[in-house]
């Protein structure tokens, strides 16, 4: 289930509301995650079952969506918020990504 | 606590084997949807293969025929075994546990370089 990723890459500023949207080519119910990666870093777990906030990550970041479309939303980007962000389909094998979006300074 | 610790990568010539490890603790592997992804250099994260609680397994077609996932619950460990390595396999491999909530983990992750 090919996902689609938007934008591919962002600059924003401290302070700044981010979105990043994620969809799926077809319905995923809402078995989507999305995960920040940082420089020779895993993944990092932020959001599962398209809306629920990993215990330990800031409320600060938020996601929605079912079916096909989902969204990440920053409502207010921190300096330790610039990463690549992945969506990742959970629906079925074989397991696809979002092809990130690179959060950058600016 | 939830570890997934990996060993098991390096350099290999194209046409080499390799078998990565993925060792647990604080779940057992084989009660899990246990997956590896890959990440080559710059690049996006890309789905390898994944061993279902019951034993099944499914791989990438990048890689079918190639590579082989297996468990040890004795050990709850999960291995890939790699053969016929190719140089467009050079990446970071991450070991994963799948879920549909929160109780997903990832390995460290560990470098494979296929190159001669």
């Known amino acids: 289930i090919p996902l689609t990723q938007s934008p591919s890459s962002l600059s924003a500023s401290v302070g700044d509301r981010v979105t990043i949207t994620c969809r799926a080519s077809q319905g995923i119910s809402s078995y989507l995650a999305w995960f920040q990666q940082k420089p020779g870093k895993a993944p990092k777990l932020l959001i599962y079952?398209?809306?629920s906030l990993q215990s330990g990550v800031p409320s600060r970041f938020s996601g929605s969506g079912s079916g096909t479309d989902f969204t990440l939303t920053i409502s207010s980007l921190q300096p330790e918020d610039f990463a690549t962000y992945y969506c990742q389909q959970l629906n079925s094998y074989p397991q696809t990504f979002g092809q990130g979006t690179k959060v950058e300074i600016k | 606590e939830v570890q997934l610790v990996q060993s098991g990568g390096g350099l290999v010539q194209p046409g080499g084997s390799l078998r990565l490890s993925c060792a647990a603790s604080g779940f057992t592997v084989s009660d899990s949807y246990m997956s590896w992804v890959r990440q080559a250099p710059g690049k996006g994260l890309e789905w390898v293969s994944v061993?279902?609680?019951?034993?099944?397994?499914y791989y990438a077609d990048s890689v079918k025929g190639r590579v082989a996932i297996s468990r040890d619950n004795s050990k709850n460990t999960v291995y890939l075994q790699m053969n016929s390595l190719r140089v467009e396999d050079t990446a970071v491999y991450y070991c994963?546990?799948?879920?549909?909530?929160?109780?997903?983990?990832w390995g460290q992750g560990t470098l494979v370089t296929v190159s001669s």
């Open positions: 061993i279902y609680p019951d034993g099944s397994t």
């Open positions: 994963a546990r799948d879920a549909p909530g929160p109780d997903i983990y």
């Open positions: 079952a398209a809306s």
